[in-house]
């Protein structure tokens, strides 16, 4: 993989360039679709390419480890060839899935946390410390790695560095991430401080036990919400012979302004990442957050946004969305967008997915979520555009 | 709309012929994919087009009464505009889904009822009369026509010929069939004698409320499985002015060999049936059955089948289905089948087929389904070629 930056912003930290991989090339800033389970939901690979115009996908490393399996993928000729996607793809380290098992489920949280969230959280724990919250999660967290139990049947399961990146090779991704752990917004700064520790030493370790010879291997900056351990954290991931740096984390804790504490946290890390590497911000963002992390300094995004809205009928809009379910666009004639350009502007009403949805009919989800994306790839190349 | 034959069979009444609409041609004998609700569930416009192959589609008439309404369909343009298909457009008359709301429920019987079937319904209603049927049923069925309950909110509605032209005209297909009244394999002589004549009424009355300028009008014969009812039924409708012929019914009442039940409808039926105007066997069939009925003299079919078994991982074969479910194909690179030229089988395995039906993604319906379609139309073309 190689990195170039072709043009960087006066006004701000953003820059324009492109990521090369052996299938093809990434132009940055970049959002990247998420295919969980080797496809994007509802959309086949000819969509994704004419439809959207997607340049890249991401698949969820947990997900294939459990079904199909890693092995089986590797032995159907790896990723690429098994979901038919020739461009490049990306697979995550399962640390956030994993984290999803553990703290994410006993905190109930998401990426970014909401106060009615932070305050049920806070009720929920008030008389109980850390250790209780670990104790009712799906997951145990050791020097070694994480014990968990599938969410699909309840086997239990035990993932290394050296096993995220085993997973990883067989799947065959051409950017693939270190293993880590993703702390909590409602850990301490103990806790996080200790879990970042354990996710440097986990680096060190996907380091050494990576051997893709056409892959490229991200680190992971942790940290939490606490400004001493992101600048820590995103000095000793850039001190580290990584390809990238993937920024991880769930951000704020919903108590303030969750967009503006995501925003610190940016400002935190990215004047410690070296200029020469992409940034890639996992998880995230919507529409509206996109434009202003680029400025600081983000390279690509990958974000279930755009269909999981598409599937429950919300359709992206410069500003806010258009909800296709509640029946208000029954007779209406025009399309979701009448400046968009994606297929599904150009051929079909509000009516007609309202009726849709109304309707139960797959293709609701499948027409919201083209519109989704493309708007996605749209904004970015608006982005690319001003840079 | 013309039909034209431009070859007849010698070895049996099998033709193949071309039915023109203002939405462009189909070439007969033809499989016209199903999409009820204004779409071919899962199946967007431009890959029944191009990886489907479709001529056409047909769309029920009592569903789009109830959702979105006709009359919102026409003030959309129309159904063609609607779901911007702009090849030619079949509707149903109602009358199938009326009867599936009233005796079909009551005597729990599809298109081709099975022997268990037969058995369960005689089990059930030993000691009861017809009548008794009749009244535990969503509809009430009168000379003037039929009163119903909608499956989606139990209100109630009534179509009569008049009404079913109306929704018909508003809904703008090119080919639309007159009301009809469905009997039962499980209704006596009597009853079917009685339903019959009415229906013979209900044509009448179709063709006189018939305004459609731009629509071509198909009557409907039924008969049930009685042999001098379905030759009357036959020599009736053929005496009027429609443009083509429907055949309508459930065949056979699973005592027998259903199959060969329905073969002997269509032998006593279609020597009656004028040469000149196209035939249209109303809910059938199955590849194994098609090849057989065009012989016997049928044009065109429509049939939920592909996209059915599509959505339940069962793949058309040129014998039997392919279960995609079933979990044995996990690890195998084939396609669905070799020899297929589709989308689907020249782009995914087995394996990856396998992995999305049991990862609950709909891209497995959605690449089965465009599968079994472009199935159907190729097995279409065999068999206009072979005539």
Known sequence: MKFKILKKSKNSRARRGVIETDHGVIETPAFVPVGTQATVKGITVDQLKKDVGAQTVLCNTYHLYLRPGDETVKKMGG??????????????????QVFSLGAGLVHNVGKLPSKSHAQAIEEKYKDQGESEHANKSFTKITENGVEFRSHLDGSKHFFTPEVSMKIQENLGADLIFAFDECTSPFHDYEYTKRSMQRTHRWAERSL???????????????????????????????????????????????????????????DWILPHLPENK????????????????????IDTFDCVIPTRLGRTGEALLAKGTLNLKAGKYLQDKNPIDKKCRCSTCQNYSRAYLTHLFKAHEMLGPILTSIHNLYFMEELMKGIRKSI
């Open 79 to 96: 990723l690429h060839k098994f979901m038919n996607w020739d461009g490049p793809i990306w697979t995550d380290s399962g640390g956030f």
């Open 278 to 297: 992409p940034r890639h911000l996992l998880g995230i963002g919507s529409p509206e957050d996109i434009p202003g992390l680029v400025k600081q300094g």
């Open 208 to 266: 050494k036990a990576f051997q893709g010879k056409k892959q490229a291997l991200y680190g992971i900056v942790q940290g939490g919400k606490y400004r001493d351990l992101r600048e820590a954290s995103a000095k000793f991931i850039a001190g580290l012979d990584f390809d990238g740096i993937g920024i991880g984390g769930v951000f704020g804790d919903g108590r303030g302004d969750t967009k503006k504490d995501m925003r610190n946290v940016m």
